[in-house]
Structures are given as C-alpha cells and as structure tokens.
C-alpha cells in the first residue's frame, strides 16, 4: 500500500502559480503533500527523462524506494531500486529503453519493507498490466481470498492485488475499462489509481477516491496530477476528478466517467505557480528556505486578511458561524494540533469561546459529548490529512458547521468543509513544518480576534500592529541564525535525549519544539508542561540532559525559572529561551519582545532553526527524514 502523488507528464509547458475557479476568480494554488509520488506521461516526446525528473521533485513524498515503466514497440520495460531517486536513476540511464508511454512512483513504505519487490510500479502475473497506487485498501485480504487465491503474488502490498484483479477480470473477457471498473467498485479505502495496459498503448486509465488527483491538459498531451505544483514543465490547464469517477486519457482526449459509465462534464482551470517557489534557490535546504520565509508569510497574511481601510477582515459567513457557536472543537494531527492549542487560547481569551483540540485520529473513534452549537477547525497544511478528513464526514452527517483552515485551495478537506481560510504560506516541501505552523497560527489570530469584535468584546489588541512586530522579531530571530548554531553545537551536538519546558503557551510551544527535534535529528525528545516534571519525569534526569526552557510569559516566568534550577540540580543541561524584558543574565537567548499571546510565533522559530542545525550536525537528511512523509493521508 502506498501514498502517492499521482501524474502524468507530456511537453515542455511551464506552469505559473494559482487555481482560476469556474467564476474566473483567481485563487491562490499550493498543491498538497502526500505520502509517496507518481508522474507519468503520455505523449509523442521520450518520457524517461521526464520521469526521473518528476520523481527527483516528488522525492519529499517518500523515498524508500522507486520505480518507473516506459511502454515502446516492443512492450513495458520496468526500471525499479531500493532508496532514494538517484540509485533509480542509475538503473535507468544504464538501459537504452524509452518510450512515448510511462508512470513512476517514489515511495514511502506502509505495506511491506522498503525493497524491489514492493517497489511501485507493480504488474500483473501476465505482464499485460502495470499499476501505480496512492491510498490504502482495506479489503485487499479478503479480494485476494476471493478472486485470486492460486495466484502467486511478487509483494507483500496491497497495490498488487488491483493490479492482478484487472487481469484476472480481462481473462473472463471484459475489455480493460469494464475491467478496472469493476475492480475499482470492488475497493474498499483511498486511492488515486494509474494503470497501463500493454496491449493498449494510447491509453491511461485512471481512478480516485479520497486521494487527491488532477487531470491536465495540453496540446498532443495529457497529464494527471494529484499536486500541480510538480508538474511545472508540463501543463497549467486541469480539470478536476472527483471520488468515485474513471478517466480515460489519451494523447488528445480526456474522458471522465462516473462508475456508471456516464460522462461527465469538467470545465478546466488555470494552474500557476511560481516555479521559484518549488525550488531551494541560495539556501542548503527547503526547511532553511522555509524557515527564512516566515517574515513574508507574515506580510501576505496581513495583506490578504484586511480591508481597503486597513480593518480585518474575513468573510461574513464565516464569521456568523464560528460567532454562533456555544463551543468551538479544532481538530488537527502534528504540528497542526499544536497550532490548534496555541489558537485555543486566542479563541477563549479574545473571542469568549469555550475551545476543545483534540487529535484527529482519536476524536474520530472517540467522539466526546458535543455540545448543542457546536463548530468544527479542521487545521490541515495539505487539506488531505486522512483522520481529519474522517471526523468531517461524521461531523458532516451530523449536520455541524465546519472550518477548514489549510495551504492549499481546493483540497479534499477544504472542497467538504463549510468554509475555509487559506494561509497563503506557499508550497512547503520540507517534511517538517515550520511556516505553515507561523501561518496557522497567525490566521487563527485573526479569526479570534474577528470573532471577539463580533461578540462586542474589547481584546485591547490592535493585531494588525502587533503580528507587524512580529515579522521584525522573526526576521531578527533568522538574522541569528549563526547563534542557533551554536546553541545546537553547545547542547545538542552528542545527547541522546532532551527535554522542552514551559508553562501556559510556553508548553505548547515547547511541544512542537520537541517535534521538530526528534523528526528531523532522530534525538529522543519530549515537551512537558514545568510543573509536571516533579510528577515522575524529572526522573530521567542525567548529567548533562539538555533542557530547554521558555520563558516568555510574566505571570509564570519565575515559576518556570523555578523548574529549570529543579532540573539542574540533577545534573541538567539548561537551555533559557527568554523574552526581552523578562530575561535574566545567564539566559541562553533572548527572543525581541512582542504580544505575549503571539510570542508561540516567534519563540518556535528559534527551536526551528536549533533542530535544524543540531541534524545538520549530525549528518542527517534534513528535508528527508527517515520513515517519515510529507503528509499522513490514511488512519
């Protein structure tokens, strides 16, 4: 079973950067990112080299392994290899073999270990067909019991089954779409589907449910793409697919089709994107580049969320809805679920709202006692996450309104959701977060405070001028990146463990820090509320255990004071991250003052930067973490 990022590629068109909707309004465009990536191409050009090159874009989608199939004269040839896109290509460039005909996949491992033999693209026993896969399939066990029990299958995926299926369906005499349609109305899951039959070499047959998928269109050519933004030498005309519809793309024609085989009608789009925006440019690393783009994520947000007078603004509904709520419920996973708890705070100490955040994959198992008016925050960098997506069908058939807060116009949870705010922050491709977590956080803000001038509640807060204060604080916080350096070299450089602390908003913010350590250095890390420690933890103690506290809240700053000398009388390494103005001499670094509620925006990027040097330091792959994805699109 994979995740993958599904597309087709053909001619040398290169995108520019937004969705054009159907009413000719220009909507900002970030693709998505998921686990695992796809590119194909149908054509009259070569399309190896194609290929590889998507593949090397999409390698942030997983790289455990990675395979590609050209289609010629003579047949499909399979090029596949354990690791990253550059031991694939090795593979490839050593073979005379192309073709006008072709799919690739670059995987992240779900199904199976990361080898040959579960390396996309998969073929049936025959031969005849080859598959590319992004989802899960839950009932794959029972249809291989079913259908296929005296076949002998090469890997332990799940994908092989849908492959060997529409073999099994074309031996008892359906042509090929009646054939992949009837297997596509047999799965039970996610998927976005690419499949090639040898005997047909005009032809791609493509399917989704739940994972994203786009089709492109183009002169002498036709692409598919579950994230425009990989397909910038392509195509900037798509239409979209929606759950549970086939489409048959050829050289000159795109034919979408309901399960029933009716056909339906799709207007397409503009697709734009600013190819500098998917590129690292002068920086070593997208995490670097991405984390040196907070200060203009920052000035886009203020932009693109006030009025012509310079007042806040957010759309009327929107408003209405969340102002209506007797109890608003974020739900998110990661990094979102800790923007979710810094905007909990927003939420109830501006706005009045009693707020809720819980985590996606249990509330949806798990749902509490809701109250009458409930609103749901679905907060999702991608807008694909697979828990939050499965809370909002419940939700949904609930009748509740919904929020999603996401990067990307047009994802699955923002197209299902009431409504949605965009963060504007542009593609992230690095695998751990950090400008999307500044840009949730900072819409977050703006909704809160929206919602208390609404409610007739004075916050006192002229938010506007305050998130401007805390562009310049970022932008100091980057300029040091040399002192983040050496704070990573100083505390973190050998250590096998290390601990963040903090009270109020400073423990949420010291969870996120935690993540971002452990992710990317492999550095068993975890965040605990201050006062907690004394409660068991402080008993993993040891000589020269960094601890890295917060300290930029007045009201705890000597309590959490009080909880690093707890710490360092056994034997800890203390970290002080303070605010100007309430620092004392010794602090490690000391962050420019701004709002005390907005300081999560600018703290955490000091802890983004001490992770990303400290796994620098270590000689690991900063934007390919292992085991890890972009975005988790299953349960």
């Given at each position: 079973m994979m995740y993958s990022l599904i597309m087709i590629m053909i001619g040398d068109y290169q995108i520019k950067a937004v969705i054009i909707n159907h009413n000719s309004r220009v909507i900002p465009f970030v693709g998505g990112y998921y686990m695992c990536g796809i590119v194909g191409y149908i054509g009259y050009d070569n399309a190896k080299e194609l290929l590889l090159k998507g593949l090397e874009k999409l390698e942030y989608r997983g790289y455990d392994s990675a395979g590609i199939a050209v289609v010629n004269d003579d047949g499909t040839k399979l090029f596949k290899e354990k690791g990253r896109i550059a031991e694939l290509r090795k593979v490839a460039d050593n073979s005379d073999e192309d073709g006008t005909l072709g799919i690739g996949h670059t995987r992240w491992a779900t199904h199976g270990v990361p080898n040959y033999e579960n390396s996309h693209p998969h073929q049936s026993t025959s031969g005849r067909f080859t598959l590319v896969h992004n989802g899960v399939i839950e009932n794959y066990e029972e249809l291989k019991a079913e259908y296929l029990s005296d076949v002998t299958f090469s890997s332990e995926t799940d994908t092989e089954v849908i492959v060997q299926l529409v073999d099994y369906f074309s031996k008892q005499g359906l042509a090929t779409e009646d054939a992949f349609t009837k297997v596509v109305k047999l799965l039970h899951g996610s998927y976005a589907l690419g499949l090639l039959d040898d005997n047909d070499k005009d032809t791609i047959y493509v399917a989704k449910n739940k994972s994203p998928l786009l089709v492109g269109v183009g002169e002498g050519f036709n692409v598919i793409a579950s994230d425009a933004l990989a397909m910038l030498q392509t195509t900037n005309q798509y239409k979209e697919i929606h759950d549970h519809e086939i489409v048959i793309v050829k050289r000159d024609t795109v034919e979408i089709k309901d399960l029933e085989g009716h056909i339906q009608q799709r207007d397409t789009y503009t697709a734009e994107i600013d190819a500098a925006d998917a590129e690292k440019g002068v920086y070593d690393h997208y995490m670097l580049k991405e984390i040196h783009e907070q200060p203009a994520v920052m000035r886009r947000i203020i932009q693109e969320y006030q009025d012509e007078k310079g007042n806040l603004k957010i759309d009327s509904e929107i408003i209405n809805d969340v102002a209506d709520a007797d109890r608003i419920y974020i739900v998110a996973a990661g990094t979102s679920y800790h923007a979710g708890l810094v905007g909990k705070e927003f939420i109830e100490k501006w706005a009045g709202v009693p707020t809720e955040v819980h985590v996606a994959s249990e509330f949806v198992y798990n749902m509490p006692l809701l109250s009458e008016k409930p609103l749901f925050i679905y907060i999702s960098q991608s807008g694909e996450t697979a828990d939050?997506?499965?809370?909002?069908?419940?939700?949904?058939?609930?009748?509740?309104?919904?929020?999603?807060?996401?990067?990307?116009?047009?994802?699955?949870?923002?197209?299902?959701?009431?409504?949605?705010?965009?963060?504007?922050?542009?593609?992230?491709?690095?695998?751990?977060?950090?400008?999307?977590?500044?840009?949730q956080i900072a819409v977050l803000s703006i909704l809160s405070q929206i919602v208390a001038k609404n409610h007739g509640r004075e916050t006192g807060v002229d938010l506007l001028r305050e998130l401007a204060k805390v562009t310049t604080a970022i932008e100091t916080i980057v300029d040091d990146a040399p002192k983040m350096?050496?704070?990573?070299?100083?505390?973190?450089?050998?250590?096998?463990?290390?601990?963040?602390?903090?009270?109020?908003?400073?423990?949420?913010?010291?969870?996120?820090?935690?993540?971002?350590?452990?992710?990317?250095?492999?550095?068993?890390?975890?965040?605990?509320?201050?006062?907690?420690?004394?409660?068991?933890?402080?008993?993993?103690?040891?000589?020269?255990?960094?601890?890295?506290?917060?300290?930029?809240?007045?009201?705890?700053?000597?309590?959490?004071?009080?909880?690093?000398?707890?710490?360092?009388?056994?034997?800890?390494?203390?970290?002080?991250?303070?605010?100007?103005?309430?620092?004392?001499?010794g602090d490690t670094y000391v962050i420019p003052q701004v709002h005390e509620l907005l300081t999560p925006l600018v703290s955490v990027v000091t802890m983004q930067l001490i992770s990303y040097y400290a796994t620098l330091q270590r000689d690991l792959d900063v934007d390919k973490p292992r085991n890890l994805a972009k975005s988790v699109t299953v349960e």
């Open positions: 939050s997506r499965a809370v909002l069908v419940e939700t949904n058939k609930l009748g509740h309104k919904s929020l999603t807060i996401t990067n990307v116009a047009g994802s699955t949870l923002s197209r299902e959701a009431d409504h949605t705010l965009l963060l504007h922050a542009g593609p992230e491709i690095a695998v751990a977060s950090t400008k999307a977590y500044t840009a350096e050496q704070i990573a070299m100083d505390f973190l450089k050998t250590t096998r463990n290390a601990f963040f602390i903090g009270r109020t908003i400073d423990y949420n913010v010291s969870l996120e820090g935690a993540l971002k350590l452990k992710e990317i250095s492999y550095i068993q890390a975890e965040g605990f509320a201050g006062g907690e420690l004394k409660h068991g933890t402080i008993a993993l103690i040891e000589d020269g255990t960094p601890v890295i506290g917060l300290a930029t809240q007045e009201n705890v700053n000597l309590s959490i004071r009080g909880n690093m000398k707890e710490v360092v009388a056994r034997g800890a390494y203390p970290c002080m991250i303070s605010m100007e103005g309430l620092n004392k001499e």
